[in-house]
């Protein structure tokens, strides 16, 4: 684990306990079942980024309520139910090192179960009494499910440009960060102004959050990354790695590319010769640079608040985006 | 056509033309495939029920405002957000007589469109700026996710009883229409009195509602109901009239209907001997009565309001849940 990660760690380890207890309190289903099935995704290893971006984004503006943690499980619950959902699509094994719910239940009562938490994460934004929080959670949800579905119609595609990958991972994940970021400040009572600049500094995290989650699965095996290596390209899924290297490669370094991308039961060595390909076109170090210069985006979003334990804290944050190994 | 049908319609033409643009005004997503999806389910011939009770019982409440409409698609893209899922969940192949959505496109792509369409409607109950209402509807959405996990959880479950069948569609269709009057009542700004009477109503004719409409799967054929005879029973369904059937009939024939249950490929001539075996136990005569009696719970609960024109649609429309013939 690297010093960063050890350094944030230790400065939200109350934190980060009181929200697993509010997830644990407001999950609150009358059926076991759905218990067993939102506690299987909801407990199983999650870094609970988002509900803490939320927490710290409202003490830095100053909330001194006591429901920050309750309101901070929305993130994680909605987190969650797009990753039933989502798993159902990506028709994945493995997610964080386990099983994915719909092969240890089946695919209906998996997305009845992501339906649950999606309501659940409604119920209590609704539980700020806030119609401002209420329409940013909703537009998230709205936002996510389009995200997905683009992604999704443009499986398999090799055409897949570097704009339309910008626009999917914005939707798809950034608007997640951004709203919960954006939440922190407005359920803080914070100026206008304040609540743009923590949603800046969300979004642009999320984008490099999603950036560095794509370059990872070029780079990681299975046992550290908790899924199947090369698992996004068995699913069809191109990423900015990818794309930056296809639209960069020579003829005939493309169809070679092309060639082990459309071949969905490509061996470990085609993933290797595609790796190195890419390495070669930079599609790693260009994923690598454009996620750093958001991470600077996120930092300097924040620039005009007083430095605080807090601020200190999103900042290493940002930073750890990039450093993180999982 | 019921005489009783075609009055009501002359009474609510205008009504529900107009929420009929409301319900393309707002769909309002980035993606065609998401329109074209939301389309499929959204433009099929829907009765538009729910979005009718929720502009009703606001003016009943003396609701003035211009957004009647517009906060009716709340409980229409919420049904059909709820179909979309449950399509999947019951493997289904017709709604309202066209193929459905998830054999149309595919699985991952209908749950993520349903996605869509709940997170529109709850955007749309953010626009309320009333946090009671989104209460209210996520309130909504978390009963009707768990209500269908109940009943899939206990599908091909002989012994399902009463009780476990009302908790069910309590919770899958009585909310929704309990959710949709509350909420009529709550953008009046009516007494809490007359939120309480509208929810009652609601709920009541809901209940009656999704009696009548388990009772007209063993009554009606195809081109009639839009849907595939005995389908409920094919996807292991057990409701009211077989419940009470099995309950009631004596050894030889309850067994007898149950292999005609556990064989999910029953011939025409099975579902007939298992439909005469019914009447003689009594299971439609038995659904039929209960779902009068919710009927006339609903009349009851708005009793004291004061004589209108709208108090006359909505206990016609009480009567007409047990009218109607699909």
């Not at 020579?250 to 993933?271: P, V």
Request: hydrophobic content about 40%.
């Amino acid at each position: 684990m690297s010093d960063l990660k050890n350094k944030i760690l230790s400065l939200v380890k109350n934190d980060l306990e009181e929200i697993e207890a509010a997830l644990r309190q407001n999950l609150n289903p009358y059926l076991d079942l759905v218990h067993n099935i939102a506690s299987h995704i909801l407990f199983s290893g999650g870094k609970r980024l988002r509900p803490l971006l939320m927490v710290l984004s409202a003490r830095m503006c100053g909330y001194d309520g006591d429901y920050d943690k309750t309101f901070s499980t929305i993130f994680e619950y909605l987190h969650a139910a797009t990753l039933l959902h989502d798993d159902l699509v990506d028709e994945a094994n493995l997610r964080r090192g386990k099983p994915v719910a719909n092969l240890v239940w089946d695919n209906p009562t998996a997305v009845l179960a992501g339906d649950f938490l999606l309501a659940r994460s409604l119920s209590i934004a609704a539980k700020t009494k806030r119609p401002d929080v209420i329409e940013v959670v909703a537009g998230i949800t709205e936002n996510m499910s389009q995200g997905e579905i683009h992604q999704l119609s443009r499986k398999g595609h090799l055409d897949l440009t570097e704009e339309e990958y910008m626009e999917i991972i914005q939707r798809k994940t950034a608007v997640l960060f951004q709203g919960a970021c954006h939440t922190g400040a407005l359920v803080a009572d914070a100026s206008e102004e304040k609540g743009t600049q923590l949603a800046a500094y969300g979004f642009n995290m999320g984008i490099a959050f999603q950036m560095v989650d794509d370059l990872l699965d070029y780079t990681l095996d299975t046992k550290v990354l908790g899924k199947e290596i090369g698992a996004d390209l068995k699913e069809g899924k191109l990423t900015l790695p990818v794309i930056y290297s296809l639209k960069t490669a020579d003829q005939k370094d493309r169809t070679r590319m092309e060639q082990i991308i459309l071949n969905k039961d490509f061996s470990a060595e085609d993933f290797e010769i595609l790796i190195a390909k890419m390495n070669k076109y930079g599609g790693q170090a260009y994923t690598k640079k454009l996620a750093t210069e958001y991470v600077s985006a996120a930092k300097v979003a924040i620039r005009t608040f007083n430095p605080s334990k807090t601020k200190d804290i999103l900042l290493m944050l940002a930073d750890y985006t990039l450093a993180r190994e999982a």
